[in-house]
């Protein structure tokens, strides 16, 4: 089994910016793709930005140049930096992994942008 924990949402002013943490810990074998989705109220869920095994990074348009995703390997674990948070970035982010053929995903942090 693998567990993810998530943690570094919040509430921020607009402008401002926060970093997300998803650690994994249990049988990992090996971790390919690590990403992070998030659900806005009455939304469907998106994909956000996704980090490959090799390093490779992609983005969802409107995150581009503000959201920078990023991996350590060695502590399995997968961040997300958030600059210039706008009220629309508010949504609940989720956290992924694929260890071998299975995706794993954490609990949910809330980030909520407001004045």
């Known amino acids: 089994q693998v567990q993810l924990v998530e943690s570094g949402g919040g509430l921020v002013q607009p402008g401002g910016s926060l970093r997300l943490s998803c650690a994994a810990s249990g049988s990992i074998f090996r971790l390919y793709a690590m990403g992070w989705y998030r659900q806005a109220p009455g939304k469907q869920r998106e994909l956000v930005a996704v980090?490959?095994?090799?390093?490779?990074?992609n983005y969802t348009d409107s995150v581009k140049g503000r959201f920078t995703i990023s991996r350590d390997n060695a502590k399995n674990t997968v961040y997300l930096q958030m600059t210039d948070l706008k009220p629309e970035d508010t949504a609940v982010y989720y956290c992924?992994?694929?260890?071998?053929?299975?995706?794993?995903w954490g609990q949910g942090t809330q980030v909520t942008v407001s004045s």
């Open positions: 992924f992994i694929d260890n071998l053929a299975t995706r794993f």
């Open positions: 980090v490959s095994s090799g390093g490779s990074t």
